[in-house]
C-alpha cells in the first residue's frame, strides 16, 4: 500500500470532519513524531466545534453508528468516515483515536509508520493488528484468476476502501457513482463480480439490480454475483437485497478478509 495517497485521504476526512462540526472558532493542525524512537509520525486535528457527548464516545468507531443521529440530519453523511479512516490507518499499521469535551471541541489522532521517500515500505504491526491481518496475507496468496469487478457506491471513501482492498489483486476494477450508471456498464462490459450500495442517487441499488437480473433473463446471460453492501443489517434489509436479486448482503465498510472470501467463493 503506497502511505502518501492513503495518508493524505483520511487525513483530508477527518479535516473535513472538523470543519463541518465546527460554526465558530479555529481548526489547527500538528505533525510530530510519537516517539523518540521515531518509527511514527503523529497527526492531530483539533477544532472547537460541537465536541462528543461522554455518553457516545464508546461508539464513534463502531460500524453503522453515528454519535448522535440528529447529525446526520442537520450535518449529512452516514458516520462511516471514521470507520474507514480507522481500517485503513490499521492496515498500513498505526492507530488512531480522540479527546472530546462536549460543547468545546475535539481533537483527533493518528499514527503511520515514517518511511523515509526513497525506502522500502515494510508496515510495523502492532500486536493489536498483526493478528486479524494474518488470514488475511494466506487469502491474499490463494487469489490468482483475474477477473473484472464493479464497485458501485455514490461516496469515495467507500469505493477507495474497496480499491485499497483490492489494489495489488489479479483484478480488473471498474467503478460506477451510482446504480444507472452501473446498469449501463454491465449492458456494455463483461463483469465478474459486483459490488453493489443501496443507497444512492439516480438510481438505488435494488433498482438496478433488478434491472440487470431483468437484463440477464432477456438476453440469456450467465447470472454475475450481486453482493449488496450496505450499511442497513436489519433482518428486513438483507432480505430485500435477496428480494432484488443480489446474491448476498454485507454490512459496510466491509472487512477485507470477508471481501477476499466472497472473491474466492464467487470467482475462481
Given at each position: 500500500?503506497?502511505i502518501?495517497p ?6 483530508f ?12 472558532g ?11 524512537d521515531k518509527r ?6 483539533q ?8 455518553d457516545k464516545q464508546?461508539?464513534l ?5 453515528q454519535a448522535?443521529s440528529?447529525i446526520?440530519?442537520k ?6 468516515g471514521?470507520?474507514?479512516?480507522k481500517?485503513l490507518?490499521?492496515?498500513m499499521?498505526g ?5 472530546s469535551?462536549?460543547?468545546?471541541g475535539?481533537?483527533f489522532?493518528f ?5 523515509l521517500?526513497d525506502?522500502?515500505y515494510e ?7 498483526q493478528a ?8 491474499d496468496?490463494m ?10 457506491d455514490?461516496t469515495e471513501d467507500?469505493r477507495?476502501?474497496l ?5 495489488k489483486?489479479?483484478f480488473?476494477?471498474?467503478q460506477?457513482?451510482n ?5 449501463e456498464?454491465?449492458f ?6 459486483i459490488l453493489m450500495?443501496i443507497q444512492?442517487p439516480?438510481?438505488?441499488?435494488y433498482?438496478a ?11 440469456n446471460?450467465k447470472?454475475?454475483p450481486?453482493?449488496?453492501v450496505s450499511?442497513?443489517?436489519m433482518?428486513?434489509?438483507?432480505q430485500?437485497?435477496?428480494?432484488a436479486?443480489?446474491t448476498e448482503?454485507?454490512t459496510?465498510?466491509i ?7 466472497m472473491i474466492q467463493?464467487?470467482?475462481?
Open positions: 500500500m503506497e502518501l492513503v495518508c493524505a485521504k483520511f487525513f476526512n477527518l479535516i473535513g470532519n472538523a470543519i463541518k462540526f465546527t460554526q465558530k479555529e481548526i489547527s493542525v500538528a505533525l510530530e513524531f510519537d516517539s523518540t511514527f509520525v503523529r497527526f492531530a486535528i477544532d472547537t466545534g460541537t465536541g462528543i457527548p461522554p464508546h461508539l468507531f463502531q460500524n453503522f453508528v448522535d440528529s446526520t440530519r450535518y449529512g453523511g452516514s458516520g462511516l471514521l470507520t474507514i479512516s481500517n490507518v490499521e492496515l499499521g492507530r488512531i483515536w480522540f479527546h469535551e462536549e460543547g468545546r475535539s481533537t489522532f499514527t503511520v509508520p515514517f518511511v521517500a525506502a522500502s508496515p510495523v504491526k502492532t500486536p493489536e493488528v486479524p491481518l494474518e488470514p488475511v496475507q494466506q487469502k496468496s487469489i490468482s484468476r483475474n477477473g473484472r469487478i464493479l464497485i458501485v455514490d467507500n477507495f476502501l480499491l485499497t482492498y483490492l489494489k489483486l489479479p480488473d476494477v471498474v460506477a457513482e446504480g444507472l450508471e452501473a446498469v456498464k454491465v456494455r462490459e463483461p463483469f465478474d463480480l450500495d444512492m439516480v438510481m438505488d441499488g433498482a439490480t433488478r434491472k440487470i437480473r431483468e437484463w440477464e433473463k432477456q438476453q446471460k447470472t454475475i450481486i453482493i449488496a450499511a442497513n443489517a433482518a428486513e434489509d438483507i430485500k437485497s435477496l428480494d436479486g443480489c448482503h454485507v459496510k465498510p472487512k477485507k478478509s470477508a471481501l477476499l472470501e467463493r464467487y470467482t475462481i
